[in-house]
């Protein structure tokens, strides 16, 4: 005998589908956020272009032949393996469909999103020069890196054998442009390369001979710092023999050099970090932006008139609580990640209590200039010289990710100091054109996509 019909109530009830969160970027600040996301009951997915995290802090180091890219790079799916309700998506993002609230990307999928975390971060900007991005390369990403390593050792490599005295001169130039910290960490670490790393490896010439020249438009380098830290990181600049020029901007910029001031300067190797825009998710999203291109968010970094979007690190325009902009810095993005995380994972577990704003901590400000020598502004206080450097050195390893590269990189940093060696000098892929010139246009696609 059959019995009694179950009742419909108690019949199994599909599954409600988990709330969807896309963190756009991989970055400090996209990190953060899926971090703060672990616990919550979500699906969250990481969406970057390149399948690794740069601690792009010490890419000039990559950049001038000290550490490998292996030592300031980690697999994204490595840092997010042990958190289960992430995902990680290699691709490149080309926009957002405001209407189905979906991310596009460039092999033709789309990610629906509930909540959206936009950590896209910036390129350079030549200030509508991108015809000069060809010969004068910034510093960004690992490739960047590497290619400025390849320019900077095929220099020599060139110089070693050229007849043309001339021509000489042009190769033994290296021209850095701005002097913010890339700037001057850039034009410090080449002059330390030339004047000590190499300086018996070759015969025919005379490494120390180097000209680096440092080219600033503004009065003064590093200008978020104390004019007085200013005035020192100037004189550590010079004593390792940069000729620093200030208010000079840079007029014209070729394969053959940069004219500055109606002056030219022949140099084959130029390194542009005079500047930088956000990426185009303001483009994206139809929103406000500053004119470098950074989105307008609220104090929460939510975006006005897009709910569930958030908006971090470089991509966004933000002042702080003394009126001025917040850094585009590391520690202020992964703060920007954990903040909009947090608010996030509270609006999914139905514990929101409004919007808080964001409030940046400021950890201070470190440059460093060469072997032994940097200058720091922590919580009111300034160093220089050795103290800020050891501070620098302790403050870097600290934030590395994983104990491997913390001691492998501070070995080398302690190697380095002690002999004056580098041991990443390798010239990889194809050898730089020295005389190439620069490409009428960058590729459009290449400014539509992050």
């Known amino acids: 005998m059959a019995g009694p019909p179950v009742p419909h109530s108690a019949a199994p009830r599909p599954a409600a589908p988990r709330p969807r ?30 399948n690794y995290h740069l601690f792009q802090p010490l890419l000039y180091q990559v950049a001038t032949a000290a550490l490998s890219p292996a030592e300031i790079a980690w697999p994204i799916r490595g840092l997010l393996s042990q958190q289960r309700n992430a995902r990680v998506v290699m691709c490149r993002v080309t926009g957002i469909d405001r209407e189905d609230r979906a991310v ?108 680096t020249v440092l080219v600033e438009a503004g009065p003064r380098v590093l200008p978020a710092f104390d004019p007085r830290l200013s005035e020192k990181a100037k004189a550590q600049l010079e004593r390792l023999g940069v000729e620093v020029r200030l208010r000079s901007p840079v007029t014209e910029c070729s394969a053959e050099g940069v004219c ?20 185009p998710a303001a483009r994206w999203l139809g929103a406000p932006a500053d004119r470098a291109g950074r989105l307008l968010v609220a104090p929460d970094l939510s975006v006005p008139g897009h709910p569930g979007v958030y908006a971090i690190g470089d991509t966004v325009s933000l002042p702080g609580a003394d009126g001025r902009p917040v850094p585009g810095v590391a520690p202020a993005a992964e703060q920007m990640g954990r903040h909009a995380g947090r608010a996030i994972a509270a609006r999914i577990a139905a514990r929101y209590r409004g919007a808080q704003a964001f409030r940046y901590r400021d950890e201070g400000s470190i440059a460093t200039i060469g072997r032994g020598a940097a200058v720091a502004e922590i919580r009111g206080v300034r160093l220089s010289g050795f103290a800020a450097w050891m501070i620098w050195a302790v403050a870097h390893i600290w934030f590395l990710i994983g104990a491997r590269n913390r001691v492998v990189v501070g070995l080398t940093w302690a190697w380095t100091y002690l002999t004056h060696r580098r041991g990443a000098r390798l010239i990889t892929g194809p050898a730089p054109a020295m005389t190439e010139t620069a490409p009428e246009r960058a590729p459009k696609h290449r400014a539509d996509a992050a």
């Open 104 to 211: 596009l990307t460039d092999d033709g999928r789309r990610f629906a999103y509930d909540y959206l975390v936009l950590a896209t971060g910036a390129r350079h900007a030549y200030f509508g020069r991108e015809d000069w991005a060809g010969v004068a390369p910034g510093l960004k990403k690992v490739d960047d890196a590497t290619g400025i390593r390849a320019r900077v050792l095929t220099a020599f490599e060139r110089a070693e054998t050229c007849d043309d005295p001339a021509e000489r001169d042009r190769l033994l130039t290296f021209v850095v442009v701005g002097a913010g910290p890339t700037g001057v960490e850039m034009a410090g670490a080449i002059a330390e390369l030339a004047r000590r790393a190499l300086a018996r490896d070759f015969r025919h010439i005379d490494p120390k001979a180097t000209r």
């Open 260 to 279: 500055v001031g109606g002056e030219a300067i022949g140099a084959r190797t130029i390194v542009w970090a005079a500047g930088v825009m956000a990426s």
């Open 21 to 50: 969160v896309v963190i756009v970027g991989a970055g400090f600040g996209g990190l953060e956020a899926a971090r703060a996301l672990a616990r919550a009951d979500a699906d969250v997915t990481v969406i970057d272009r390149r």
